[in-house]
T-cell receptor, first 114, second 117 residues
Framework: SQQGEEDPQALSIQEGENATMNCSYK?????LQWYRQNSGRGLVHLIL?????REKHSGRLRVTLDTSKKSSSLLITASRAADTASYFC??????????????FGKGTKLSVIP | DGGITQSPKYLFRKEGQNVTLSCEQN?????MYWYRQDPGQGLRLIYY???????QKGDIAEGYSVSREKKESFPLTVTSAQKNPTAFYLC????????????????FGPGTRLTVL
């Protein structure tokens, strides 16, 4: 079962530009996370935002959350070639017995051109 | 150096064979997970385990089996019953399972790419 969907599927920008990726989800959440995956590697956690938070910053990353629209955005400012990767949002989805699964979207593939 | 290791990095299997993918963590995490990733797709949960000797099916458990005899280890066996096993397999761990109001991040291994010949 897939909860989150990222948009766009692919994004190509010049180094130094800002990159914005969006995530929409279907049911209410407790928190939303963003992960990054370099090609052929595992995922790395970037940032977590709680359902009662609207914005969060970490270095060049800015995440917003709009629970009324069931959407989140990830902004990477002053992009670098090393930011080239796929970015996934993950939300918690109730799986029964008081536990939740993390469900991942299909990701946005970001290419930063030097 | 704490983390999650997966081996092998690449694995080739003939049709009809079972293969086992290794996942080890030294983070002292209780929960462990196996995901499958197909090209251009997100991650799909195969199995997860909250504690030793306990595991639960995820969304796509058919054709797979797991064991959790030790806290550190969560091997995945891809059986011959899995009709389309060629994929990238990711193991992850977390302090515990996600529960209401908790904020649990997952730590991922580097992955194993399985190809059926």
């Amino acid at each position: 079962s897939q909860q989150g969907e990222e948009d766009p599927q692919a994004l190509s920008i010049q180094e130094g530009e800002n990159a914005t990726m969006n995530c929409s989800y279907k049911t209410s959440i407790n928190n939303l996370q963003w992960y990054r995956q370099n090609s052929g590697r595992g995922l790395v956690h970037l940032i977590l935002i709680r359902s009662n938070e609207r914005e969060k910053h970490s270095g060049r990353l800015r995440v917003t959350l709009d629970t009324s629209k069931k959407s989140s955005s990830l902004l990477i400012t002053a992009s670098r070639a090393a930011d080239t990767a796929s970015y996934f949002c993950a939300t918690d989805l109730y799986s029964g017995a008081g536990s939740y699964q993390l469900t991942f979207g299909k990701g946005t593939k970001l290419s930063v051109i030097p | 150096d704490g983390g999650i290791t997966q081996s092998p990095k690449y694995l080739f299997r003939k049709e009809g064979q079972n293969v086992t993918l290794s996942c080890e963590q030294n983070l002292n995490h209780d929960a462990m997970y196996w995901y499958r990733q197909d090209p251009g797709q997100g991650l799909r949960l195969i199995y997860y385990s909250q504690i030793v000797n306990d595991f639960q099916k995820g969304d796509i458990a058919e054709g797979y089996s797991v064991s959790r005899e030790k806290k550190e280890s969560f091997p995945l066996t891809v059986t011959s019953a899995q009709k389309n096993p060629t994929a990238f397999y990711l193991c992850a761990s977390s302090i515990g399972l996600v529960t209401s109001g908790s904020m649990v991040r997952q730590f991922f291994g580097p992955g194993t790419r399985l190809t059926v010949l």
